[in-house]
Nanobody, 124 residues
């Protein structure tokens, strides 16, 4: 069971990045998956979640209208398209998976599986 994030990097404010999270394991197609982030010196925060079929999504208020989460069920991969990036979006971004969509979208929830993270740095 493994979640592997990719796509992080350095981008100027106002720019875009797309993160990917590839999941391995036969049961992930039935898991809700989400993105969280942790800025230096801060707690890990919820960013976005998507249901296992991709029909339901939820976002943190701070990213609504700028970030879009999607998933490719056949590839066991989810994506986070990040547009209009701001310096305050700088953080390590983590992918998570859990059977419970509603709980995965709650602040502070400890999902069943986590990736190791990918660093996103937005310069001003």
């Amino acid at each position: 069971v493994q979640l592997v994030e990719s796509g992080g990097g350095l981008v100027q404010g106002g720019g875009s990045l797309r993160l990917s999270c590839a999941a391995s394991g036969p049961t992930f197609s039935r898991y809700a998956m989400g993105w969280f982030r942790q800025a230096p010196g801060k707690e890990r925060d919820f960013v976005a979640v998507i249901s296992w079929r991709g029909g339901s999504t939820s976002y943190a208020d701070s990213v609504k209208g700028r970030f879009t989460v999607s998933r490719d069920i056949a590839k066991n991969t989810i994506y986070l398209q990040m547009n209009s990036l701001k310096p305050e979006d700088t953080a390590i971004y983590y992918c998570a998976a859990d059977p419970d969509y509603d709980s995965l979208g709650r602040a502070g929830y400890n999902a069943a599986y986590w990736g190791k993270g990918t660093l996103v740095t937005v310069s001003s």
